[in-house]
């Protein structure tokens, strides 16, 4: 095992991999007319039916197990200490081979995990914004996912940020980062998955910090080549502290500071614990059943949109030639939305005070 683990879908990476040419093309032609890799549209055969909108929030299905029983507890640290198990527990969700559907500008997604209502919205073309409601909690943030290739491997990074809003009789709020994915053999060889960087998370109310560290002993490349680690690449190790200026601390040795109120340990596909007593286990904790739409949705709503309709009936050309058209017309709104930006006229500071007195 390999964080994840070596894929054993062959026939789909044997597809993956004959589209390369494909993708070739429409990366050239989207150079020569001046546009972004992010442009490149991709074959609906190597796509999901989940759309970003679907990943931003697939993570949230443990949320119910996790952060509801912590309106009832009154230790800042052990109330910590549930939100980073939740943390690494969500982790290992949604991860796939396929390549999510690029949500539209303005698309939506109304849905249910559990008991939890679910709002989402692509209110940029690059940036997915989600709001989670439970009781007596809520969670909101942004995500963006900004991708780079390389030879035989591609990075992931997810930007943006999740906030945790906790009402009831101990009122607390905690932000936190996303982590970058590393995915390695994507032409030839093994597909691995990695989660890569820290993952740091505030408590604002107490002002508390900590970082999950993922594989934290990590040999660098010569190091590598001559000792090998007794940690497997799924590890995470993490720490709370009152000090924020151990969060740039970049050694090992960081878990041996005074100034370090709790450790945790575990492997994110497995479990994650502190001094003996697991706070997460894959093996007892069963996430809520998957995304369900809700009975009310928008004409926005990514359960209505044709191509992905298409794709779950199986109808592939069908869904290609529908989303050529969705992509082509979002690319003239796009066009259509510099024109009227470049011809805005925003009122002056003058103006905007003397409407502010009015």
């Known amino acids: 095992v390999r964080c994840v683990q070596e894929t054993e879908d062959t026939d789909f990476i044997s597809l993956q991999r004959s589209m390369g040419f494909t993708l070739l093309k429409r990366v050239s032609s989207n150079l ?24 931003a929030v697939m993570p949230f299905r443990y ?15 052990e109330r910590f200490k549930k939100i980073m198990a939740f943390i690494v527990a969500t982790l290992h969700i949604g991860i796939s081979q396929k390549k999510p559907s690029n949500s539209l500008l303005g698309e939506t997604l109304n849905a249910r995990i559990g008991n939890l209502k679910v709002y989402a919205e692509q209110i ?35 930007l943006g940020k999740t906030i945790i809003e906790i009402n009831g009789p101990y009122p607390g709020k905690y932000q936190y980062n996303y982590q970058a994915v590393e995915i390695e053999g994507t032409v030839i060889g093994s597909r691995v998955f990695k989660f890569a960087g820290n ?5 604002l109310t107490n002002k508390l910090y900590g970082q999950i560290r993922i594989n934290p002993y990590k040999s660098g490349f010569l190091g590598s080549l001559f000792s090998s680690s007794e940690f497997r690449e799924d590890h995470v190790k993490a720490f709370i502290t009152k000090n924020k200026a151990l969060l740039k601390d970049k050694s090992a040795s960081v878990f041996e500071s005074d100034e370090i109120l709790s450790v945790m340990e575990g492997y994110w596909i497995e479990n994650f614990g502190s001094n003996g007593c697991l706070y997460w286990d894959i ?33 592939l050309e069908e869904a290609e030639t529908i989303r050529e058209e969705l992509e082509n017309q979002e690319g003239k709104d796009s066009k259509l939305r510099a024109v009227s930006y470049t011809h805005l006229t925003l009122p002056t500071k003058a103006q905007v005070q003397i409407s502010v007195v009015a």
């Open 32 to 55: 020569i007319h001046g546009k972004s890799l992010m442009d490149i549209s991709f074959p609906i055969t190597i796509s999901d039916t989940n759309t970003l909108l679907d990943i």
């Open 63 to 77: 949320a119910e197990d996790f952060i509801q029983p912590l309106v009832q507890y009154s230790d800042p640290i």
């Open 124 to 158: 940029t073309p690059t940036y997915s914004a989600f709001l989670v409601v439970g009781n007596e909690f809520r969670i909101y943030g942004s995500k963006q996912i900004v991708a780079h290739t390389y030879t035989n491997s591609a990075k992931v990074d997810n």
């Open 199 to 203: 993952i740091n998370i505030k408590d």
């Open 283 to 315: 093996n007892r904790t069963d996430p809520a059943p998957a995304i369900n739409s809700s009975q009310t949705v928008l004409p926005s709503d990514s359960r209505k949109r044709k191509d992905l309709l298409a794709m779950i009936d199986g109808k």
